[in-house]
């Protein structure tokens, strides 16, 4: 880990605190605004939604910007968003906060390539470890974004304003600590137009395997967080009680990164993603279980260390998939298919929990959780083959 690394990994621990605070937040600020019960998670979902619509124009500012400039114009949204964010709620306003959710996603979707930009600041044979130590980054957004949501909750008259004031200073310290971190040099015009085409790419058995397996974890993984904090209330949990399942919950998704990478170079993406997949169907079998506290927590948490396997697997998986000239539009395309994947997930979770409830939101993510597991299936045979045809 050297220095950059470092301040790499600061700098996507930040970027979950915004997640973390957002999601512990975002429903249930929905909740109290919304019009109907079911649009709850419009927030949420407006917050990938926005992602997803940004993924192009955030490949295009990585191209003609570099890293560094494009990561900095996303922590400039950040900022200018909870702001927003924050005066919505005041205002009790569901569709500006809404609409400010949106605008955030553009900063979602810069940051989310950290953990690509991590596989460039390290030697190649040190990617794997790379990917993964700052992902473990994330482990400060797991402790301090629910706990900041509890500490500010009450600033101000109107709960959750003062969360939302909090992130936008948060963005401000990310914005200071990337201007320190040394991106190596973007790509000249004429490198970034050279390689193949993004179909070309797309076609590829690993690059479709990383993408739904990447895409459909990261969906589980949102079906059942999103709907985690609504779920909790409905059963008269309180909220620091949420908090605590959201923390450990992040803490899961997280604190693997400081041995995924390894586990990932001794045995190799597949079987560490086949794992993964195992600990969502004990995440699921627990929340069937029972709706106490203890159930929310393990669940949660077990679905966090799973959701670490099988993302970190498939972001591992996808660098074999492309060239340095092609990284912009395969890693937009990536990009693109996990955010309209959480579209979907945090719109039918908010759906789901309060006309369905609890139980059927559970069976109903089993369904990705097959899809995953068929594609892990399917690319382990094609490589079998191709093995088979070399030997």
Not at 245 to 255: D, R, S, T
Not at 312 to 318: K, N, Q, V
Request: hydrophobic share 55%.
């Amino acid at each position: 880990m050297n220095r950059n690394l470092w301040l790499l990994a600061i700098c996507q621990g930040l970027f979950l605190t915004n997640n973390v605070t957002f999601i512990a937040i975002n429903g249930l600020v929905g909740l109290s605004l919304a019009p109907r019960g079911w649009m709850a998670t419009l927030p949420v979902m407006g917050y990938v939604v926005g992602g997803a619509l940004s993924t192009g124009i955030v490949a295009r500012t990585q191209r003609r910007f570099g890293r560094r400039g494009s990561f900095q114009t996303g922590l400039a949204v950040a900022f200018g968003s909870a702001l927003l964010c924050g005066y919505a709620a005041y205002s009790k306003n569901f569709w500006l906060l809404t609409l400010a959710t949106l605008v955030a996603g553009y900063y979602s979707a810069n940051a989310s390539l950290y953990r690509f930009a991590a596989a460039e600041l390290a030697a190649p044979a040190w990617r794997e470890k790379a990917v993964s130590l700052v992902m473990a980054g994330g482990l400060i957004g797991a402790v301090v974004g629910p706990n900041l949501a509890s500490v500010t909750r009450g600033l101000f008259d109107v709960p959750f304003v003062g969360a939302y004031l909090a992130l936008a200073i948060v963005a401000l310290l990310s914005m200071a600590l990337l201007a320190f971190i040394d991106f190596p040099p973007a790509l000249t015009k004429q490198q970034a137009a050279g390689g193949r085409s993004l179909g070309q790419i797309m076609r590829q058995p690993v690059f479709i395997v990383a993408a739904a397996a990447g895409s459909l974890g990261f969906g589980v993984m949102n079906l059942l967080m999103a709907a985690t904090p609504i779920a909790m209330q409905i059963c008269s949990l309180p909220f620091p009680d949420i908090a605590l399942v959201l923390e450990w919950h992040v803490i899961g998704m997280f604190a693997p990164g400081f041995f995924t990478g390894h586990l990932i170079r001794r045995f190799g993406a597949l079987p560490v993603m086949g794992v993964g997949l195992l600990l969502n169907l004990g995440c699921i079998a627990v929340a069937l279980s029972g709706v106490e506290l203890h159930q929310f927590l393990i669940a949660l948490a077990l679905l966090g260390v799973g959701w670490n396997f099988l993302f970190t697997g498939a972001t591992t998986l996808s660098l074999t998939a492309y060239a340095p000239e092609e990284k912009d539009r395969a890693q937009g395309a990536l990009n693109f298919c996990i955010f309209a994947t959480l579209a979907v997930t945090s719109f039918a979770s908010g759906v789901l929990v309060t006309t369905q409830g609890w139980r059927l939101l559970n069976f109903g993510s089993l369904l990705p959780v097959a899809l995953t597991g068929a594609a892990l299936l399917w690319l382990a045979v094609i490589r079998r083959r191709t093995a088979r045809a070399a030997a």
